[in-house]
């Protein structure tokens, strides 16, 4: 008798603490646990010690409620312009409620990597090769505002998709290499056009310039020396108004003198010839000696003083020139 009851009493503890232990549970930081009676949901116990009801209720779920990764795997996709590429990606996300996440969808990894596959295949599609390469933000912002929206029912919060790798085809590859090498080429060509275009423009300007220059010097000069010829004539017709007023006066020394200047004249620009050593005179250009004394008898005249005879000139020889002064 002694002995069943020591056993029932040990049977009694054991039962008692297995209770206990079934009540109470420890959840750690980071996750939450969902609570079932008789197994439907009840509510959610939080990060630290909880407390349920032995026997009548249960943990359900686990879930992690951190920011979690999930790769995307590597998949075929045409793009607008039937070109097939490789892509490949990376989720961020994280769970909101738990209760959601657990009961709203089966295998919640599987349902988020299929989605975002989905849409990927969806939003590459409507793209052309080109845009697919150079826009990946604009990729990545398509995804994570459909996948978000799609995912907020199952109660999670996708906070980042990236697109990890676009790989075109070997021959693809290929002629874009070769295109890309033209574009420069071409870009080239044009800078170096450009350059001679412009510099031949620049060369244009500067003969113009100088034309320009050289036609305002040219006419400078035409006009300073229309004006010098202007001003000699303006003396010369003075100095012929003069001697013809002399000449009306009946002064005919003073046509001795404006032909002897003029004579005068000549003769200086002959001896400053650089290639004349000898000059010869004509026999009749003795007859400045005559013009020579009508300016000195002009001269006298003018001072009121008369005008001396000019000197019996020596006997010459036959067939000498013949001076006489009138």
């Given at each position: 008798?002694?002995?069943?009851?020591?056993?029932?009493?040990?049977?009694?503890?054991?039962?008692?603490?297995?209770?206990?232990?079934?009540?109470?549970?420890?959840?750690?930081?980071?996750?939450?646990?969902?609570?079932?009676?008789?197994?439907?949901?009840?509510?959610?116990?939080?990060?630290?010690?909880?407390?349920?009801?032995?026997?009548?209720?249960?943990?359900?779920?686990?879930?992690?409620?951190?920011?979690?990764?999930?790769?995307?795997?590597?998949?075929?996709?045409?793009?607008?312009?039937?070109?097939?590429?490789?892509?490949?990606?990376?989720?961020?996300?994280q769970v909101l409620d738990a209760a959601k996440?657990?009961?709203?969808?089966?295998?919640?990894?599987?349902?988020?990597?299929?989605?975002?596959?989905?849409?990927?295949?969806?939003?590459?599609?409507?793209?052309?090769?080109?845009?697919?390469?150079?826009?990946?933000?604009?990729?990545?912002?398509?995804?994570?505002?459909?996948?978000?929206?799609?995912?907020?029912?199952?109660?999670?919060?996708?906070?980042?998709?990236?697109?990890?790798?676009?790989?075109?085809?070997?021959?693809?590859?290929?002629?874009?290499?070769?295109?890309?090498?033209?574009?420069?080429?071409?870009?080239?060509?044009?800078?170096?056009?450009?350059?001679?275009?412009?510099?031949?423009?620049?060369?244009?300007?500067?003969?113009?310039?100088?034309?320009?220059?050289?036609?305002?010097?040219?006419?400078?000069?035409?006009?300073?020396?229309?004006?010098?010829?202007?001003?000699?004539?303006?003396?010369?017709?003075?100095?012929?108004?003069?001697?013809?007023?002399?000449?009306?006066?009946?002064?005919?020394?003073?046509?001795?003198?404006?032909?002897?200047?003029?004579?005068?004249?000549?003769?200086?620009?002959?001896?400053?010839?650089?290639?004349?050593?000898?000059?010869?005179?004509?026999?009749?250009?003795?007859?400045?000696?005559?013009?020579?004394?009508?300016?000195?008898?002009?001269?006298?005249?003018?001072?009121?003083?008369?005008?001396?005879?000019?000197?019996?000139?020596?006997?010459?020889?036959?067939?000498?020139?013949?001076?006489?002064?009138?």
């Amino acid at each position: 008798m002694e002995d069943s009851m020591s056993i029932f009493v040990v049977i009694l503890i054991g039962f008692v603490v297995i209770t206990l232990f079934k009540g109470v549970r420890s959840v750690p930081q980071g996750f939450e646990y969902t609570v079932e009676r008789f197994g439907r949901y009840t509510h959610t116990l939080p990060p630290g010690l909880g407390f349920i009801i032995p026997w009548v209720d249960a943990i359900g779920r686990k879930m992690n409620m951190m920011e979690q990764v999930l790769d995307v795997p590597s998949q075929d996709v045409i793009t607008r312009d039937n070109a097939v590429v490789k892509v490949d990606g990376v989720v961020f996300y994280q769970v909101l409620d738990a209760a959601k996440a657990a009961y709203e969808v089966a295998q919640l990894e599987i349902a988020i990597l299929n989605l975002t596959m989905t849409n990927i295949r969806t939003v590459l599609g409507s793209m052309d090769l080109d845009e697919s390469l150079s826009k990946r933000d604009e990729i990545n912002a398509k995804l994570l505002t459909v996948v978000d929206e799609a995912t907020h029912p199952w109660g999670l919060k996708v906070n980042r998709i990236e697109i990890k790798d676009i790989q075109p085809p070997r021959d693809l590859v290929d002629s874009m290499a070769r295109q890309m090498k033209a574009e420069r080429e071409k870009r080239a060509n044009i800078l170096d056009a450009e350059g001679h275009r412009a510099a031949e423009i620049l060369r244009a300007e500067g003969e113009k310039q100088a034309a320009i220059l050289e036609a305002e010097g040219r006419r400078e000069a035409a006009y300073r020396d229309a004006e010098a010829r202007e001003r000699l004539a303006e003396a010369e017709a003075k100095a012929t108004t003069m001697v013809s007023q002399a000449i009306a006066m009946g002064d005919v020394q003073a046509v001795n003198y404006f032909v002897a200047q003029k004579y005068v004249e000549a003769m200086k620009e002959f001896a400053r010839s650089p290639n004349q050593k000898t000059l010869l005179l004509p026999m009749e250009s003795t007859g400045i000696l005559g013009a020579l004394a009508g300016i000195a008898e002009l001269a006298q005249a003018n001072r009121g003083e008369a005008a001396p005879k000019a000197p019996t000139p020596p006997p010459r020889p036959a067939g000498a020139a013949n001076f006489r002064v009138e």
